[in-house]
Structures are given as structure tokens and as C-alpha cells.
């Protein structure tokens, strides 16, 4: 299967390379800087072409897509940082899906649209510090957009409320539109269980134009 994967120098970007690339996939990795790029092609070396792409750019985002057979967007600035690019990428995104049918495109998305009781999200609960919500509520309204679109083979993938890095376990629970809450009281998953599903879901399309979660 051809996989390309946007924000591939990502921390959560590189694990899903490493995994695509683990089960014999042709990985395309992508970045909007050419300096990030491996100059010795990195761990993956002869494993993955590495190529630029701007994600907030429709005709650089089609040409991505060209050829794939699945476009996985990673693309996500972190908490604190502007979260005005969070939609305008779901659009870029998805105007370009528009014009390349046959690819699916799976999103990195976020857990602050999750559900903690029937129509309460985690934003809703205020579980998240005032200082750090502008980020979830850009990824609330790129789900939004994600959800008016019903022609694209979109899937938005929600991690847990806490995704860091930490072991490949393989062994993790799966949800839809609800947090998923461990025995002990946290919603957590490493980011190398959350590229297992991803690539999962690659494979074996579960839910197309869904949001899914996962949590331990």
C-alpha cells in the first residue's frame, strides 16, 4: 500500500513512518521544511522517499496526494502555540481529497471534543487550563468541518487525553466519540500504540467519514 504522511518530523509523525514502513508499506514522508529532511534519510534510510509539502497549500496537499492510496495528515502545532492553522488545514485537506477521490485521507486530531458524559466534551468539563484550550477548540472546529463533508474518504483519529511518547504495548482499547478512561483513572496512550492504530486503520478502513479514539 502507498501511505504518505504529512509532518513526518512530528513526534507523533515519525512513529507513524516507523510504523507504515515496519509492515512493508511505501511510505512517502512529507514536511514544509526541507531542512528537516534526513540528510542520511534517517532510521528509515532507503525505506521512505522524503518529500516537501505545504499543508495549508490545496495544489502542494493535491500533489501529496497524487498516487497514494492513503494521506495521513499529522500536522498539528502544539499546545500554546497559534491554533489558527488547526482549520485552516481540515480545509486544505479536504478541498484536496475533493479533487483525488480514491485516497483516504486520515487525520491526527484531538481529545478535547471527546465526550466525559452525553453531550458534555472534555472542553465542556473544563478539564483543560483556560491558557491551553485555543488549540482544542481549533481541532473541535476542524472535526466540524471534517463532519460537513460527506464526499471525501475522510477519518478523524482522536488520541487520549494525555498521548506522549512511551513503549509499543499493541494492546489498547478502542471508542468513537466518548474519553476513554483507564482503571486508573487516566486517559492516556503512547504515541507508538496510537501509530499501531493508525496504520490499522489504513489497512483495514473502519471508519470512514467517523472520528475514532483509543486510550488504555
Request: charged residues 20%; without cysteine; hydrophobic residues 40%.
Amino acid at each position: 500500500m502507498k501511505i504518505g504522511v504529512i509532518g513526518a518530523t512530528g513526534r507523533i509523525g515519525q512513529r507513524i513512518v516507523a510504523e507504515a514502513v515496519s509492515r512493508g508499506h511505501d511510505v512517502t514522508a512529507f514536511t514544509s521544511d526541507p531542512s528537516k529532511i534526513p540528510a542520511d534519510g534517517g532510521p528509515n534510510v532507503g525505506k521512505v522517499a522524503w518529500k516537501t509539502a505545504d499543508v495549508l497549500n490545496t495544489e502542494s496537499v493535491s500533489q501529496a496526494m497524487q498516487g497514494q492510496d492513503v494521506l495521513i495528515s499529522s500536522f498539528g502545532p502544539g499546545m500554546g502555540k497559534d491554533p489558527q492553522p488547526i482549520a485552516a488545514a481540515a480545509d486544505v485537506l479536504l478541498k484536496a481529497a475533493e479533487k483525488h477521490p480514491s485516497t483516504r485521507l486520515l487525520v491526527v486530531g484531538g481529545a478535547g471534543s471527546l465526550e466525559v458524559a452525553p453531550g458534555k466534551t472534555v472542553l465542556d468539563a473544563g478539564m483543560i487550563p483556560p491558557e491551553w484550550v485555543a488549540v482544542p477548540k481549533a481541532h473541535q472546529e476542524a472535526l466540524d468541518k471534517f463532519r460537513a463533508n460527506t464526499t471525501a474518504q475522510w477519518t478523524f483519529f482522536s488520541p487520549a487525553a494525555m498521548i506522549q511518547p512511551g513503549v509499543r504495548t499493541g494492546k489498547f482499547r478502542m471508542g468513537g466519540d466518548q474519553l476513554i478512561v483507564g482503571e486508573n483513572g487516566k486517559s492516556e496512550i503512547s504515541m507508538e500504540d496510537y501509530a499501531i492504530a493508525m496504520i490499522d486503520e489504513a489497512e483495514k478502513p473502519q471508519h470512514t467519514r467517523k472520528r475514532f479514539t483509543i486510550g488504555y
